[in-house]
Structure formats: C-alpha cells, structure tokens
C-alpha cells in the first residue's frame, strides 16, 4: 500500500490550494509542498527494496471488463522519472512563490501544478496500457491549464490551444496502438507486454502499431515535424517552462519510448524512425535556437534539441545508448530547468527578454550571471560539468552504430554539428545577456532577485557542478537501477570524467573550438538565414484550424438547413440501408424455427396499432385527434406485452404512456391548436416510399431472427436470478443488480433532465390561448367538480398501490420505476383538478431534492458493498423473522429500488408539474397606457383570476414576450 500513497498524497495536495488560499501567501505555498514533499519521501524510501532486486506493484481491479486495472510499479526508470517529477517540482513551487505578482491567483496556479504533477506520476508509475494513457491525456488536460494561466494573453490562449491540438491528437494515435498492442499480447499489464516481445515483433500488425504508438510518443516529445507547439508553449508563466518543458511534460514521450523499448525497440524499423526522426529534432531545434532574439525562445528550441538528442539514442538502442539517453534525461532536467528559471529572474528583475533590450548584466546581477554561466555551460557540453559526460557518451554511441551502414558516418558528423550548434546558442544566450554592452536600457532598474527565488537555481548548479566532478558516485546508482528496468538485464558501466585521448573527446573538443567560432560569425549566419522565407507556425497552425472550421462549417450548411424531415430521412435512409445489407447477405429469409399460430387478438391487435398509428399521421395537423391515436398505439403496445408474458414492460410501459400523454397535452396546449401544411406532394411521396420502405425491410429483418435459434443470455439470468440476487422477478433483478450501475447511470440522467427543465421552465412567461381552434372560449370552469372528487378518492388509492407495486417488485411485477410513475401520475392528477395554488399550499416541499436523494441513496447503496470487500452496486439479501409480520426476504437492492423510485418521482414531478405552472394565473404583465403596472392584462373573453395565495410564487419581472398568433409560435 505504501506505492498507493505517492500518487494518492499528490491527489489530496490538488485540494490543498483551495483550502489554503486565505491564509497568505507563504502559507499556501509552504502547504503546498508538503504533500508532495511526503510523496517524494516515500519514493526515495523504495530505494532499498530496488536495490535488492525487488519490484514494488500493486494491482486493484477497476474495470476488469475492458482489462483496466488500477495497477502501479516503481521500478528505476519510474525512480528516475519520479524524482525528477516530485523533487524538480518542489522547486518550482517555491520559485513560483516569488515569480507570480502578489495578485495573480497563485491559488489556482498550485492546483493546476499539483494537477499536472500527479499526472506526470501517473505515466511514470502505472503497470496498465489504459491507466498509462488516461493519465497521458489528463497531462494534456493539467498542461492546457498551465499554459493558458494568463488566459487575458492572446498569446497564451493560442499557445495552449495549439499544445493541446497536438498532444490531444497524439494521445488518440496513442490510444489505437495501446489498443493494438494489447490485443496483440491478449493483456494490457504492462509486464506482461514488455515479456512479449517475440510475440509483438512476429505480429503483422508490428509496423502499424508502432507507428500509432511513437505518434504518441513524437507529438509530446515535440519531435520533428511536431516540434512547432512547444516554442509557442513559451507563453505560459516562467515556472510552468521550467517544469514542464525541461523536466516533466516533454520528457512523457521520451518516458514512453524508454518503458517499451524491450518490447517495439528490437526492429530496424524502430531503429530508422526513432533515430533519424531524434537526429532531425536535434539540428532543427539546435539551428533556431542560434537565430532566436527572446531568451525563452532560445531555451524552447535547445529543449527541442535535446529532446532530439535523447530520442536518436533510444533509437540507436545499445545498452551504452539506452545508459546515454538516461543519463542525459537526468543532466537535461538539472541545467534547463536552472535555465529557465534563471531567465525568469532575468525577465522578473529587468522586465524585459529580447536580447536586444538586455546586455551587460554582470555588474548588477553578478550572482545571476555565474549561475547562468555554470548551466548554460553544462547545456553546451564544457568538461567538467555534467553535460559534458551524455553528450560525450552520444558522441560515442553514434560512431559504435551500425544503423546506416554505409553511410554510418554521416550520424557522427549531424552529431558534431548540433554540438557545435549547441555551443555556439548557449554561448549567445550567457554573452550577449551578461557582457554584451546593452542597446538599450531595460524597463527596469537590474538587480539581484531575492535569495530564496535564487536557491533553486544554486541548488540546480550545484547539481551540474557536483555531478559533472563525482559521476561515478552521485549518479551511477540511480542509472544502474534506470537501466535495468530497460535492458531487463544489469549493466556493467563505469561513470568517468577521463576516458583518455580518443574520437569522442576529439569531437567535443571540436565543438567547443568551432562552436566559439560560430558565435563568432553570428551575423554571418543570420545574414544567411534571412534569405529563407521566415514561417510563422503559429499562423500556420491557426490558418488550418480556421480552414477546417469554414470546411465544417461549409458542410454542416449543407446537410442542416433547418428541415427536420430531411434530417429523420438522411437518418432513416442510412438505418434502411444497414438494415438492408444485413437482409440481403442471408441465403434465405425464413430460419428453421417454427413461429406462433395467429389467433383473433393478435390480428386485431396488430390492426388497431397499424389505425392509431396511420392515423397519427394522418390527423397529425389537429393536436388533440392525433394524440388520442398516438395513445391507441402506446395501449396497444402494453398490451402485446401482457399477451407475451411481459408484465413488468406492460406496466411501465402503460404508466409512461399515461405520463407522455400529460405532458404532450401541457406542451401542446401553448401551440397552434391548427397548423398549416408544410409539406408538398413530392416530399409527401418521398416519406411514403421511405416509411413503407423502411417498414418492410425492417419486418423482413424482425422475421429472420424470429425464424433462426439464437444465443441469449437470458438463461444466466433466469438461472441467476434467485442465487445471485435474492429475487424471482427477473426483470427487476436485472435492473437493480446484474445491470444496476446502468440503472444508476439513467435515473441520474433523469435527475439531470428533469432539473435543467425546472430551470427553464422557471419563472418562463407565456400567454394562454384564449380559444380553441374555433375560436371558442376555454370554460370559465377551470376545476370541475367531478374531477376534483374523482382526484381526491384516488389519491390514497394510486399511492396505495403504488406502496404494493414497490414492495413487490423484487420477487413479482413491478419495482421502483412503475411505482414512481403512479405516485407521480397520482400527484399530477392532482394538480390538474385542484390546481397549482390548491396543491403547493399543501405539497410544501420542493421536488429537487427528492430526484437528487433518490440518485444519492442508489450511489450510497451501491458504495455500501465496499465496505464488505465486494464490488459497487453488488447485493445483499436474506430471509428474516419479523414480529407480527412473519417470516420476509430482504435485500439492500430494495433500497436502490427506494432510490430509483424517489428519482423517478423527483424528476417526473418537476417537469409536468412546473409545465403546468405556465397555464396558472401567474401570468406576467406589460405596459400598457392607462393600466398599472402590477394589473395583470388577461387575454379577452376570460374572467379574473381568483386572489393568489400570498405564499404560491409570484412573477416580479415586467418584461414578458408578446402572445404569439394563432398561426406563428
């Protein structure tokens, strides 16, 4: 459990923030770190345990169906990555602490950090392919947030949006590989998956499932052509840069490449992609970083670089390149965060970062500029410093290759390029900021920033310094471990500044002489590249995203031009062709299974739903007649139910037929009583060809399975029902326990529905029709006398049964559901003979928080069998001995019934009961001359309202819409 709590203590730090907000500044920042401070604490305590041999997991089952497991590991690639997330992130939020203004919401900015964070650890930590990639998408999510934090920034809105673009289509690619991948191995453990490697690289799918997979890895890891999003990712404040874009979120793909290395990275087609799409990144990053004027800029194309740089040693895939790629991870995180911090103190103290605007910095910033010359340093690969020892070992690496046969030399020679690239920009970046004579006077007076915004940066340096002297001693044991978790296999390897005179030494010794001499010519260099035509990719990006939306757009103009008929037949036209193409591949339509004889009823069943349902249609153009034929169909339909022994679907569907038809008759009551006809003879014949058409194929379709033995499963549930959940009515079985988290979904829905009705129909304003169709006067009798006595005699009757149908619903027909809808169908009768104003004097009690107590004792039921070790939603149940009832069976799934009845009820009550508050008197006024504004203007012919209760809800609001004409809505 102790693995559990590193990713779990960085969850709660996410709230921390929100809680710690109002008690200062330093407060929040100190609490802040302090879970993940614990988390890093219980990292560095597994060390022993890795040591050993040992490889801390933990696995709980979370959706076993899709073969998602809550599954984590902390083996030395995840220690490396780990450290680097939780220790490198430490930092930052105590530099942020001084970076952000005092009133910028540094509150939100943690929260969205400590997001970011557990995401980070998440990848890094998760033994499942599904687990790996939700968290690979909330990086996405979390970074999004990040770079967008000065959202009132047009730059930082683009830039984020531009990042999530990439990085979002990335992790779809992702997802299909992951996808292929498990099926390939049949699991998505992944230990299972890096042990599979025969199996993978034997598949015919290898190839296309790779590609999926470094899209992925590429589009994160901002590798060429999908470098573009990370320069304009700048936009986000300094210490998001320093974190996730040296340290974390860009190194994910980098992180991904490595962890399945033993199971994709045995192939040349690994071997090609990989390292020549790293070798592109590494000069196309390391020549822009040379051109650039901004010191962000600069920073964002040398990570690019050395992004570049890693991915061409894991591409080149020998156990000193894996070690390579690893170690320069490490020193990458510990220079170019320094960096960018160190620019962020150079931008927070002079308020400028074009270089041209900066220059002679030493004097006022000495302490600064030393820091920044120790890591810039390092970055450029100077002996002595820990950037030197990687890239020496890069330089090693691509002469020991044989990737390009032939032509292998051409991969040291593109190797010493970008190195003598990457002296020349980390030359530029410290001289012409430090000892350059400045252009121009900065905004702000330079100076020193304060001491603790500094110690990150001192405690970084210290690191390339330290590191860079004593390699074998402060770093050989975490990269021993790395590696092993690579190669599967341990590496013997030893870590020196002095490998004596050879090549690799030569070559960075020629990149630093060289390099000095680039930065040397660099006017000459920018002269030459100002004769190529400069591209924006961040127009670039935009002119595509505004090209698809015109396309989208375009198209979308096309198919919706506002006819709902030619919607339902697009719609119906593609069901009729799927419907047709699976008739047409069967060899005969009739199957071997004998059919039911035809007797009277049926018939004449069947010929009563065909009238209500042509004669639907036929009338629809008068309301009232068409309803009273949709409703034939609906009672027919629970008919045919009870005649196939389906009592339970025969009740719920007669109790939704008597609600739908309340609600159709409220809605309807605001609309022409008479419409128009709209449609022309043509289209009349098209509907007719399609219905008829559509209703035959589908017959056809409906009569060869009725005709053909098929595989159900209702055989488990049938021989399930009793042992498995304690109940004889296997319908409702199925629904509040073999299926119960879909039932848990729908009557949440419901609730939702019912409550964004309640908002709109709240306080909605509208006029009643006066008349009917005719023109006749509605009845002065708004509350016949015998509607009022029949309603009040069959109150307690409906509740009664209702009360009968719920507690039977268990083992015979019924259920919460059924028993819902009569409650409700009582209460609204109700309501239509006494009144809104009658009623709520004596229903005093809102239904909101009945449908929202419904959804939340379904939820408690369910979160109730964890308490017992077993999964959400299982049931329990039993026989008792009740006094002075006898012996009874009881199950916790009749407190999820209680809970879907209470929904059910809740959200019904809410929206047939706020509809029929549109035909009360609370009607709203206007402004007429001569009439005071509390008068209410009541349409001609009808008489005064009764006085309104004083405690019914009352319309403040004067402004109401016009009454509508008879022939427009």
């Not at 005092?102 to 557990?118: C, D, S």
């Not at 009583?673 to 003879?681: F, G, L, V």
């Amino acid at each position: 459990m102790t693995l559990l709590w590193i990713p779990l203590l960085t969850l709660l730090g996410v709230l921390i923030p929100a809680f710690t907000t109002r008690r200062g500044r330093g407060f929040c920042t100190l609490a802040t770190a302090t879970l993940p401070a614990m988390a890093l604490l219980l990292t560095l305590s597994q060390v022993p345990a890795l040591l050993d041999g040992e490889l801390p997991r933990i696995a709980l089952p979370w959706l076993p169906s899709l073969g998602l497991d809550l599954a984590f590991r902390l083996d030395g690639l995840s220690l490396l990555f780990a450290i680097l997330i939780l220790g490198i992130g430490l930092l930052i939020i105590f530099y942020a602490h001084f970076y952000l203004a005092a009133k910028e919401p540094y509150g939100r900015f943690y929260t969205y950090l400590i997001l970011f964070m557990l995401s980070m650890l998440g990848i890094v930590m998760a033994d499942n392919l599904l687990l790996l990639w939700l968290f690979w998408e909330l990086t996405s999510l979390s970074s999004f947030l990040l770079i967008g934090y000065w959202s009132h920034w047009t730059d930082a809105r683009k830039g984020a949006r531009m990042a999530m673009t990439v990085t979002g289509a990335g992790g779809l690619a992702l997802l299909a590989g992951f996808l292929l991948l498990g099926d390939m191995v049949g699991s998505f453990d992944l230990g299972v998956v890096l042990s599979s490697a025969d199996v993978i690289l034997a598949d015919p799918r290898y190839p296309i499932m790779l590609v999926l997979v470094l899209l992925g890895a590429f589009t994160k890891s901002a590798q060429f052509p999908f470098q573009f999003w990370l320069p304009h990712a700048m936009a986000a404040p300094t210490p998001v840069s320093a974190y996730l874009h040296s340290a974390t979120m860009v190194k994910a793909g980098i992180f991904l490449m490595a962890r399945l290395h033993p199971a994709l990275g045995d192939s040349e087609l690994w071997g090609w992609l990989v390292t020549l799409t790293g070798m592109a990144t590494f000069l196309y990053g390391a020549w822009f970083a040379l051109l650039k004027t901004d010191l962000k800029a600069i920073l964002a194309f040398s990570t690019v670089s050395h992004l570049g740089l890693i991915t061409a040693l894991l591409g080149i895939g020998s156990p000193m390149a894996i070690l390579a790629a690893l170690f320069h991870i490490l020193n990458h995180a510990t220079f170019k965060g320094a960096l960018f911090m160190s620019a962020g103190i150079i931008d927070h103290e002079t308020g400028a970062r074009e270089l041209g605007k900066l220059g002679g910095l030493r004097r006022a910033m000495p302490i600064t500029a030393l820091l920044t010359s120790i890591t810039a340093a390092s970055m450029a690969g100077v002996p002595l410093l820990n950037g030197f020892l990687s890239k020496e070992m890069f330089f090693t690496e691509t002469l020991n290759t044989a990737l390009l046969g032939g032509l292998g030399w051409l991969l040291p020679v593109l190797a010493t390029l970008g190195g003598i690239l990457s002296v020349a920009y980390s030359l530029r970046l410290v001289h012409s900021v430090f000892f350059k004579p400045a252009k121009e006077a900065p905004p702000k007076s330079p100076h020193e920033p304060p001491r603790l915004m500094r110690a990150p940066v001192e405690f970084l340096a210290t690191l390339c310094v330290v590191v860079g002297l004593f390699p074998a001693v402060l770093a050989t044991g975490i990269l021993d471990l790395a590696t092993r978790a690579v190669l599967h296999e341990p590496l013997d390897f030893h870590l020196a500044i002095w490998h004596g005179l050879n090549l690799p030494l030569a070559m960075s010794l020629a990149a630093l002489v060289i390099g000095v001499a680039t930065y040397g010519l660099h006017q000459h260099v920018r002269r030459f590249a100002r004769q190529f035509t400069s591209v924006d990719s961040r127009r670039v990006f935009e002119g595509c995203i505004q090209r698809l939306v015109a396309s989208t757009q375009t198209l979308t103009r096309q198919l919706e031009n506002g006819s709902l008929q030619r919607y339902m037949s697009l719609l119906l036209s593609a069901a009729l062709l799927l419907a047709a193409l699976g008739v047409v591949q069967l060899p005969e339509l009739a199957g071997s299974k004998a059919t039911q004889s035809l007797d009277s009823m049926l018939l004449f069943g069947a010929a009563l739903m065909i009238f209500g349902a042509i004669g639907t249609v036929v009338t629809h153009r008068y309301r009232l007649i068409s309803l009273l034929m949709l409703s034939v169909v609906g009672l027919v339909v629970s008919l045919t139910f009870a005649r196939f022994s389906a009592p339970d679907l025969a009740l719920t569907q007669l109790s939704v037929e008597v609600v739908t038809m309340i609600l159709l008759m409220l809605a309807l009551f605001f609309l022409p009583q008479k419409t128009p006809q709209e449609s022309s003879a043509g289209r009349t014949i098209r509907d007719l060809a399609l219905a008829g058409t559509l209703g035959m194929v589908v017959a056809s379709l409906n009569y060869a399975v009725l005709t053909r033995e098929i595989d159900s499963i209702a055989g488990f549930f049938i021989a399930n029902s009793v042992p498995g959940g304690g109940g004889h009515n296997v319908v409702n079985v199925i629904l509040v326990d073999f299926r119960g988290f879909d039932t848990l979904g729908e009557i949440t829905v419901l609730a939702l529905a019912g409550l964004a009705i309640f908002k709109l129909l709240n306080r909605l304003r509208l006029f009643m029709p006066h008349s009917d169709g005719e023109g006749r006067l509605w009845s002065p009798d708004r509350y016949p006398m015998i509607l009022t006595i029949v309603s009040q005699a069959l109150l307690p009757l409906a509740l009664l049964v209702a009360a009968f149908i719920f507690l039977r619903g268990h083992n015979l027909p019924g259920g919460g559901f059924i028993a819902g809808l009569i409650t409700a169908v009582a209460l609204i009768l109700v309501y239509m003979a006494r009144g809104v104003d009658w009623t709520q004097a004596r229903l005093d009690f809102p239904y909101q928080p009945v449908a929202i107590g419904g959804v939340a004792i379904a939820t408690l039921t369910g979160l109730g069998s964890w308490l017992f070790g077993r999964p959400f939603l299982t049931s329990a149940f039993g026989h008792f001995h009740i006094p002075l009832i006898g012996d009874i069976e009881l199950a916790t799934a009749m407190l999820f019934d209680l809970g879907v009845y209470l929904a059910v009820v809740g959200a019904t009550l809410m929206i047939l009961a706020n509809l029929g508050k549109l035909t009360t008197p609370h009607r709203p006024t206007k402004e007429t001359p001569g009439i005071s504004r509390k008068e209410t203007l009541l349409p001609p012919g009808t008489e005064a309202s009764p006085p309104v209760d004083k405690d019914a809800p009352a319309i403040t609001d004067d402004k109401a819409p016009q009454r509508p004409s008879k022939e427009k809505v």
